[in-house]
């Protein structure tokens, strides 16, 4: 019998490393031994648009991408995003957000408001919100790319996925010069 | 090895392993990778042609020397090479031929969602549809086997989500493909005058008849009996999809499109209680079961529009609702793409937008600047439509229509299918003027090289096409060069050009903001300094993406030292967006830009 599919979905904004993050989730998966399918969209998207990536995973996946109130987990790597998207979580699903804002254009502008209370929305609508400190961790860090490093420890923590693996594909990933960073980094995450 | 690759980057992969040589491309969101991934193998010659047409004509001769050839486009790059295709479809080949084709369904990067598989039909043009990136790997060998056994050319259809969705591969070895590149002579096979044309057309039945023959026993087409109750037909990321959400029932997995395997389809049919077709965008294959006096369900409980995922089918065919809960109720502002801080086309587009004129617009990343603030372009149909729509504008209103009608086209864009249409504003005498935004690169789907850049996709140096040159030796008698990051010198051009009569060419030089970035030139920030802002928001009307707007709160309100008595706000730059082109400070009447320290 085939396993149960998961799907998690990561959402931000362009530059934020969200693919970057998604192709590292899946090769951790491929390492433990499972099939993974990823979806994601390039072209307009790069031009400063939303960037989502589904990355769905089990013993056969078939569809790259999930249907909307199916997905096990929304990895957010910017408030506003997290809205944008609920409607993929399933019932008793978690959502993991990263606590920052990036303003629209509109709100740029001063056209539109960027909605002040984005945490409790999202609060109200599922069980299980963790907000995470990860840009100004990674500032910290002295590298603010390493927001995706951090997320994925946190995500981690959900995946029953032996750190040895993500340390191992951490390592394939990323330059001798910023792979010790990046497993700090990645245990930041996964500690807190 | 195992490892995840993109459906474009697994055609790319399987083509070299099989021992395809030679490939000849246009970019085109989601095709583009395809081509540039395969032109980094070794041993192969990949080239970026000016367009799609060229792209299919070279192939076709690379393959009439014996090579196995493919040729890459988006599908909308399949009716501009669609004159050489329906003939190619005639002639046969040599070597492999295949054309891969990249459809859009939801338009994620594209003007229009045309499905592809119609070409097939219409051109008899068999046509196979992987599923996923592994299935994409092995479908590239499996169209050059096709392509030679039956003498024919072969497309590759792929949609966006395969090409850019990521599933496991495991790659192999290359294997020599035992091509044979020699001259071969057979005019009553290449040459298509109607007598030898006659001939051909009859083997081209032939052919299809072959085809439908061995699409019986092609065994990527096959039947995945279940339960009974529900047989579903399908193929390509459409099956993905069906097959997720209904895991129980029956299905029939065509690999090949066109033609499709009437006995096959008859025989599932026989078997099963309900037969359905789940397919993205037409109802291609349901017309066809239909036609063969199947009872079959689909575009009655499908979509016709837009890419489904597995909710979409589930709900459509079990007519039962999905458990999705309703997103909170907020407003979320959009987040539409831009044009990127610094980008040329933003002072060009500044200053057409501030002219009473119509802008006929073209594809490419200054498409975007129809949008509000810039609002300077008015129309964009096709790549290269701008010249002639604007030539026949004018025509069309006379002297009315002078000093009026501008057409904007990007270089790489100009040098797809502008050149012809520019030759005919000459030929014919419109009054307009023609921009071309040389931006120095292909931008909008990736920086890809072209004739005007000097260099190729593999990384040659070549001879550069000089633009302003080019619109002499056409007849242009006013060609024009300007900076359009110098707002002065563009006003000033784009007046006296739009009041002189007859055709003006202005050729609009400044490379990409990403180009400049990649090459890692030094950028010196702006600041604005908010005690000489005045809150006009005059900056604002450029709508880049490093400049917002900061009202005043309750406690700035009271403690800032105003302008004037209605100044709400000022304006900032964010330094880590800005690059400097300095067309913010162009526009501050007060002077209030400067550099960041
Ligand atoms: C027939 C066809 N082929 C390819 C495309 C994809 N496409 C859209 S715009 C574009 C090129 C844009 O380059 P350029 O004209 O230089 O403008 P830029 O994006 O650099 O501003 C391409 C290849 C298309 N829409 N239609």
């Not at chain 2, 895991?247 to 209680?273: C, N, Q, T, W, Y």
């Not at chain 2, 800032?560 to 900032?572: D, R, S, Y």
């Amino acid at each position: 019998m085939e396993s149960k599919v998961r799907s998690i979905l990561i959402a931000g904004v362009g530059g934020q490393g969200v693919l970057k993050a998604s192709d590292i989730l899946s090769a951790v998966i491929i390492e433990a031994g499972m099939d993974v399918k990823k979806s994601e969209v390039h072209g307009m998207a790069q031009r400063g648009g939303c960037v989502t990536s589904h990355v769905r995973y089990g013993s056969r996946v078939y569809s790259p991408l999930a249907r909307k109130g199916d997905v096990d987990l929304i990895l957010s790597f910017e408030k506003l995003e997290t809205l944008r998207y609920l409607d993929y979580l399933k019932e008793g699903g978690r959502v993991i957000i990263n606590d920052l804002e990036v303003y629209p254009p509109s709100v740029n502008m001063g056209e539109a408001e960027y909605p002040p209370n984005v945490i409790d929305l999202v609060a109200d609508h599922v069980d299980t919100v963790e907000v995470i400190d990860a840009s100004e961790k990674a500032a910290r860090l002295g590298d603010p790319r390493m927001v995706n490093t951090i997320l994925l420890g946190v995500l981690s923590r959900h995946m029953d996925i032996d750190t040895a693996v993500w340390e191992k594909v951490l390592r394939k990933t990323f330059p001798p010069k910023v792979v010790g960073k990046n497993i700090e980094a990645f245990h930041l995450g996964r500690k807190d | 090895m195992k490892v995840l690759m993109s459906g474009n980057e697994a055609i790319a992969r399987g083509a070299y392993e099989c021992g395809v040589t030679f490939a000849a491309a246009y970019p085109g969101t989601p095709s583009t990778e395809i081509t540039e991934e395969f032109s980094k193998y070794e041993g192969v010659y990949a080239e970026w042609s000016p367009n799609e047409k060229v792209a299919l004509e070279v192939a076709i001769g690379a393959s009439l020397a014996g090579a196995n050839a493919m040729a890459v486009m988006k599908h909308v790059g399949v009716n501009v090479a669609a004159d050489p295709l329906f003939t190619v479809s005639y002639t046969g080949t040599n070597g492999g031929l295949v054309i891969v084709t990249a459809d859009d369904p939801s338009l994620h990067s594209s003007q229009n969602e045309q499905d592809n598989r119609n070409y097939a039909k219409f051109a008899k043009i068999p046509m196979i549809e992987p599923s996923d990136s592994a299935e994409a790997k092995d479908f590239i060998r499996i169209a050059f086997e096709i392509a030679r056994k039956f003498d024919t050319p072969v497309f590759l259809r792929t949609t966006t989500r395969l090409s850019h969705s990521k599933s496991v591969v495991e790659t192999g070895e290359p294997k020599p493909s035992g091509a044979v590149l020699e001259i071969r002579h057979d005019p009553r096979k290449y040459v298509m005058v109607p007598a030898n044309a006659r001939l051909r057309r009859l083997a081209v039945e032939e052919r299809m008849k072959k085809l439908a023959e061995f699409a019986e026993t092609f065994p990527e087409n096959r039947i995945e009996m279940n339960d009974p109750s529900m047989g579903i037909v399908a193929a390509g990321m459409a099956y993905s999809y069906a097959r997720e959400a209904f895991p129980e029932a029956s299905f029939l997995k065509l690999g090949m499109v066109h033609p499709i395997p009437a006995g096959m389809i008859r025989a599932f049919a026989a078997r099963v209680d309900r037969l359905y077709v789940v397919e993205e965008l037409d109802p291609f294959l349901e017309e066809q079961i239909r036609a063969l006096g199947l009872p079959v369900a689909g575009k009655e409980h499908l979509p016709f529009t837009n890419e489904f995922d597995p909710g979409i089918v589930e709900t459509a065919l079990s007519g039962k609702a999905a458990n999705v809960k309703a997103l909170p109720q907020v407003t979320i502002p959009p987040r539409p793409p831009n044009l990127c801080p610094g980008c040329p086309h933003r002072g060009l587009f500044y200053v057409l937008g501030k002219t009473k004129t119509f802008v006929a617009g073209d594809i490419g990343c200054y498409t975007l600047s129809f949008m509000k603030p810039l609002a300077g372009l008015h129309s964009c149909i096709c790549m290269g439509a701008s010249v002639g729509m604007a030539h026949g504008m004018s025509k069309a209103l006379g002297e009315g229509g002078h000093g009026k009608v501008v057409g904007v086209i990007g270089d790489s864009t100009f040098i797809h299918s502008g050149i012809t249409s520019l030759l005919n504003t000459v030929y014919n005498q419109s009054d307009v003027v023609i921009v071309i935004c040389d931006n120095r690169t292909t931008a909008m789907t990736g920086m890809q090289q072209h004739p005007a850049t000097g260099y190729t996709l593999q990384g040659a140096r070549t001879r550069q096409l000089d633009i302003p040159s080019l619109g002499t030796v056409l007849g242009i008698e006013n060609v024009r060069v300007i900076n359009p990051l110098d707002l002065k010198e563009t006003r000033e051009v784009i007046k006296e050009e739009l009041e002189r009569k007859g055709p003006s060419l202005v050729v609009a030089q400044s490379p990409c903001a990403l180009l400049l970035k990649k090459k890692g030139g030094e950028e010196k920030p702006l600041r604005i300094d908010p005690d000489v802002c005045t809150g006009c928001k005059v900056c604002l009307g450029l709508g880049c993406p490093a400049i917002s707007w900061r009202k005043f709160d309750a406690e700035t309100e009271k403690t800032f030292k105003k302008k004037t008595k209605k100044q709400e706000g000022i304006a900032v730059i964010d330094r880590d967006l800005c690059n400097g082109c300095t067309l913010c400070s162009q526009v501050c009447k007060f002077k209030a830009v400067e550099e960041a320290k």
